[in-house]
């Protein structure tokens, strides 16, 4: 991939040198003549930006005011690392810790030869690339952290940072959601008559099933074994039985076919709504729970609705 280099110089032959060598290296040049050009050219390039040289001795605004004000905005802006090294005539110690110290990588004395720069332009490219890496598993892991792996929805910390989001929302803008606890009926059964595998059919079945009716709103969420929560944003109290009843049938409507055999299932959910107020996530859960306890004890196969 082409890297694309923010060449920060005062004198026009500096620059067009640098721009000069660094073409030949295959990299894309953009320039700036002061500080405060190079804070413009960051902040329009930040997006695709690899590397910024960056003089000391510039008029307006020298090089360390400049990278240490690159470096707030990253800051703020929770931006990638992106290297920076300082181009100077200065050989003093003291600046070249000043370089490290506004947030500098590195520091060269002009004049710089091609080799030098090059080698340092892998070096810097190749720490980039390190951290890229890095990012991108961090990423994988978060995902990984917060989905349940048979069904690929959320696990039930996710689910219940999900809530908490919602809830803020609710506290917010006043808009009512609900909050049910479905849980399979006799699922037991289903893993010591068909077999494990087949019970875990089943519940990426209903899981799809669920998906297929939930909106783009509404969420789901494995709390544990065969019990999950669905959260509907923006309901209110005289809809949610009913399009709760929706998830009961969908659930019931057919079996689920594994290995040419048919698993009939049925589930019992507990709805509990919540309208704002300090009411806290575990309160909502647990009453969401009682609900579904009252459906189990009562027969099973039902809408239990608290309000
Ligand atoms: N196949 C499969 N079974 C699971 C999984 N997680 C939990 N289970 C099983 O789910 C069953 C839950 O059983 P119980 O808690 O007794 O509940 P039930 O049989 O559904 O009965 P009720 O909830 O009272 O209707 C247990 O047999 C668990 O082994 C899973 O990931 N895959």
């Given at each position: 991939m082409l890297m694309k280099v923010l060449v920060v110089d005062d004198t026009n032959t500096d620059r067009l040198l640098l721009k000069l060598h660094l073409t030949k290296l295959d990299y894309e040049v953009i320039e700036a003549s002061n500080g405060q050009e190079a804070i413009d050219q960051f902040m329009a390039h930040s997006q695709d930006l690899d590397l910024i040289l960056m003089d000391v001795q510039m008029p307006k605004m020298n090089g360390f005011e400049a990278v240490k004000a690159i470096r707030e905005i990253q800051e703020i802006k929770k931006q990638e690392w992106l290297p920076i090294i300082f181009l100077s005539a200065s050989a003093e110690e003291s600046d070249v810790e000043e370089g490290i110290l506004v947030g500098g990588d590195d520091y060269l004395i002009k004049p710089i030869s091609q080799k030098v720069l090059s080698a340092k332009m892998l070096a810097m490219q190749r720490i980039a690339d390190m951290r890229r890496r890095l990012a991108e598993s961090i990423l994988v892991l978060e995902e990984l952290a917060s989905t349940?792996?048979?069904?690929g929805v959320a696990n039930r910390r996710a689910f219940e940072v999900m809530l908490e989001r919602e809830m803020t929302f609710t506290r917010q803008y006043g808009k009512p959601l609900a909050c049910a606890i479905f849980d399979l009926d006799k699922f037991k059964a289903v893993n010591d008559t068909f077999g494990h595998d087949a019970g875990d059919a089943v519940l990426v079945d209903i899981v799809e099933r669920i998906k297929s009716i939930l909106g783009e709103s509404g969420i789901i969420g494995r709390l544990g074994g065969e019990e999950f929560g669905i959260i509907l944003p923006n309901i209110c109290e005289e809809d949610a039985p009913s399009a709760f009843e929706r998830y009961r049938c969908i659930v019931e409507e057919k079996p689920v076919i594994h290995k040419g055999r048919n698993i009939s299932i049925t589930t019992s959910i507990g709805v509990a709504s919540f309208k704002g107020g300090r009411e806290q996530k575990q309160t909502l859960l647990k009453r969401a729970d009682e609900a579904l306890y009252e459906a189990k004890d009562t027969g099973r196969n039902k809408v239990i609705y608290h309000q």
């Open positions: 349940d792996h048979l069904t």
